[in-house]
């Protein structure tokens, strides 16, 4: 019964920031535990975010969001974060929270890769 609930999206004016949240419940980690953040604008695929590793804590980012957006995890609260700075239009989209219960690098970026995802949260970046 693992469960991850994403929450903290909303709507925003281009150039603010929002901090999107997303407990985990049910799991039990272990050191390839992988935590993952995606987001699907309308009409588009689901496409990579950020990704980290939960025991070495090593980030990765797409490139269309390193500099702004900031992944981090509370290991003792289960919890990842991903906070999002600078926002843009084109950040419009459901963000989901994942897990993967063993990636290696070459995965990380690939929704296939996780087991278990969050419901989305809706996050509208707009003027």
């Known amino acids: 019964q693992v469960q991850l609930a994403e929450s903290g999206g909303g709507l925003v004016q281009p150039g603010n920031s929002l901090r999107l949240s997303c407990p985990v419940s049910?799991?039990?980690?272990?050191?390839?535990?992988?935590l993952g953040w995606f987001r699907q604008p309308p009409g588009g695929d689901r496409e990579f975010v950020a990704a980290m590793f939960r025991n070495t804590g090593r980030a990765y980012y797409a490139d269309s969001v390193k500099g702004r957006f900031t992944i981090s995890r509370d290991n003792a609260k289960n919890t990842v974060f991903l906070q999002m700075n600078s926002l843009k239009p084109e950040d419009t989209a459901v963000y989901y929270c994942?897990?993967?219960?063993?990636?290696?690098?070459?995965?990380?970026?690939?929704?296939?890769?996780?087991?278990?995802w969050g419901q989305g949260t809706q996050v509208t970046v707009s003027s």
């Open positions: 994942a897990l993967a219960q063993r990636a290696i690098l070459s995965t990380v970026r690939l929704p296939t890769a996780y087991d278990y």
């Open positions: 049910g799991h039990s980690f272990s050191s390839s535990t992988t």
